[in-house]
């Protein structure tokens, strides 16, 4: 179904890619949204559709959301990110959800992305289009996978440029590094990355988890010692797929199920 109503901010004549939402309903108090990561130039399959049938199959409710990548720039995507979490919070009784318990999911962009939003939530990127823009947009919770979360020094040149251009100025690199945006009202978050990932590297999870550290947020954090970039559930290696196991710990300690 479409995120957004009549009214799509920053869509043009030749932008014209509608955002969707894609719940998958289970039986569970919270819920989790999800963003496939991508490079912001696409979104991976297995980080998002497979994704949410895995949460689906341990009871999680989860709703995939197909935001919008390149040529769109900043701050069309975080707009998408936002509206995502304010549509699940507006409709958490139909889905049968606590609104206050509502996480983002995101995997390398998405991650980003799903960061972005738990650290930039009460920032107006658009206009207020409906009564959904009038919702909360701030998780409850965020699952950050081998995410993109440095514009700076540990960056992936890729997801950089797609979001912010090839000459992005030093304010809005700072801006969307995320580690240096933690506030103590960011939510609580889970997070995992592979000590070898050459895409992204362990650095990126590292200062936001330091970040949390020094805001006495807590967090959880798992550092695999092999494994290449771009997962998902890992099935190939399973010194590593553990780390589905650790989330729905994670999940249902924090009373998501």
Known sequence: MNLWGNEIPYNTDELTFVPSITPYQAQSDGCVVVFAGGGYGMKAEHEGPVMCEWLQSIGITCFNVDYRVSPYKHPAEVSDAQRAVRWVRYNAQKYGVNPDKIAVMGFSAGGHLAGSVSVH????????????????????????????????????????????????????KEFMSLYKQVTPDTPTAFLWHTSTDQAVPVENSLLYANALSACNIPFEMHIYPLGHHGLGLAPELEHVAQWSKSLKNWLILNEWK
Not at 123 to 143: G, H, L, Q
Not at 144 to 166: A, T
């Open 121 to 172: 939530y009460d920032k107006e990127f658009y206009t207020p289009t409906d009564e959904i823009d009038n919702v909360s947009a701030r998780p409850d919770a965020s699952i950050l996978c081998y995410s993109v979360i440095d514009m700076l020094e540990f960056r992936h040149d890729g997801s950089r440029q797609n979001l912010l251009g090839p000459t992005p100025m030093q304010s809005e």
